[in-house]
């Protein structure tokens, strides 16, 4: 039997609910498969811990999951905390440190799910986004000065490194290389940003000798817009920035369908630390407590989760019966047009998950 240690931050609003709901499919799927375990320990970090000790995780946090083998996220993000809190102490705070640096986020339509892209067949859009995720216009470089007078200013110093283009060209050209099509859309904005992202351009340019049959462009990021509506069959693989890719993400979500189906792995490739799965969505204050949350982006980073362990027949089984249940929209939640609460779809996902078969 093999035991693998999960460390499960729900944080706050409806990641409580749809953590719960993935650590259950969780359970199921390793009942099912009958040869592995999941030890998972709960940490109950986050905006409520804020409130009782003045910080998101406690001081020893990380020390605390550093020997898990993977984390699964819920949300940060609390209505009376601000944003930048939240986010810096406890996801950031973990990301950062743990050199998660690239953030994985697979986009398709899903079988019973709509694109508001009118005429898109689902082969169509299969999309793999990697997100910059240590450096670049997130890393927290700046200040501000003179608060409350007119001479007030603030910076937020973009950052790019070397070493830190290079090791995500270096994954995404890997990435894209064990996808069947081998393309490679780079994410740029170098004619308005000469320095860095001239710097980015050219690190592509180098790690591309690397990879010659991998097939590779470059696209604006204002015009990476454009081709994702009009031409999204001509995308496979997209790298970009920390800021970008986080803005065409969303896109990416909202084109399959819904923000709430959609899953990231932020992911250490070296393995020195445990990578971190999660939806892509927050806390969603205006569902928070009503039970209606969809968990299929946790289900489906779930799924990365057991891919990235190196179960992959476990996690082609647990996708499978995630497509049945998508397929069937009496099980859709409010977010995609259907009655379904979050408790309907998980026990559906874990009677597909008994009732598949090999
Ligand atoms: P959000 O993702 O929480 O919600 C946006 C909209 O999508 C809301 O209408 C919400 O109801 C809907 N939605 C999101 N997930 C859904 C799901 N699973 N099922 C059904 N509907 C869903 O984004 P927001 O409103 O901009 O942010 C709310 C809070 O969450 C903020 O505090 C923000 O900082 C935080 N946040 C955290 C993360 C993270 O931890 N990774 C990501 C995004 C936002
Ligand atoms: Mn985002």
């Known amino acids: 039997m093999k035991t693998y240690k999960i460390a499960a931050i729900p944080g706050d609003g409806i990641g409580t609910e749809v953590i719960n709901a993935g650590v259950e499919v969780l359970h199921a799927i390793a009942k099912r498969e009958g040869n592995i375990k999941f030890d ?44 930048h809190i ?29 694109s508001p892209l009118r005429n898109v067949i689902d082969k169509e859009l299969d999309w793999i986004i990697v997100r910059e995720n240590s450096e670049g216009e997130y890393a927290g470089v700046g200040g501000r000065v003179h608060q409350g007078s007119p001479l007030e200013a603030a910076t937020d110093v973009s950052m790019f490194t070397r070493a830190g283009v290079e090791r995500i060209m270096r994954f995404a050209f890997a990435l894209a290389q064990s996808r069947p099509r081998r393309l490679l859309t780079v994410v740029t904005k170098s004619n308005a940003q000469r320095h860095a992202m001239v710097m980015w351009d050219d690190i592509a340019k180098e790690i591309a000798l690397e990879f010659p049959d991998v097939t590779w462009d470059k696209m604006l990021v204002d015009a990476m817009t ?38 990231t792995g932020n992911i250490n490739p070296e393995r020195t630390f445990p990578s971190m799965f999660e939806p892509i969505h927050g806390s969603a204050f205006d569902i928070t407590g009503k ?28 996708m499978k019966a995630i497509e049945r249940v998508t397929a069937d929209a009496n099980l859709h939640t409010p977010d995609l047009g259907g009655k379904a609460r979050t408790a309907d779809v998980t026990r559906a996902v874990i009677e597909a998950i008994h009732g598949a078969n090999e």
């Open 40 to 83: 998972v320990d709960n940490f109950d970090w986050g905006g409520e811990y804020y409130k009782k000790h003045g910080r998101m995780m406690p001081e020893n946090g990380r020390d605390q999951i550093r020997n898990h083998d993977a984390i699964m996220f819920g949300s940060a993000g609390h209505p009376e905390i601000p944003d």
């Open 291 to 318: 039970g209606v949350a969809n968990p299929i982006g946790t289900f489906w980073s779930t799924v990365m989760m057991l891919d990235h362990l190196g179960e992959k027949t476990t996690a082609e089984r647990l």
């Open 86 to 114: 939240t986010l810096w102490g406890l996801r950031l705070a973990i990301c950062q440190p743990f050199d998660q640096y690239a953030n994985v986020r697979p986009t398709r339509i899903l079988p019973g799910i709509t």
């Open 226 to 263: 454009m081709r994702m509506v009009m031409r999204p069959e001509t995308l496979d693989t997209i790298v970009a920035t920390n800021l970008h890719a986080d803005i065409l993400s969303d896109l990416a979500a909202a084109l399959a369908g819904s923000l709430g189906i959609a899953p």
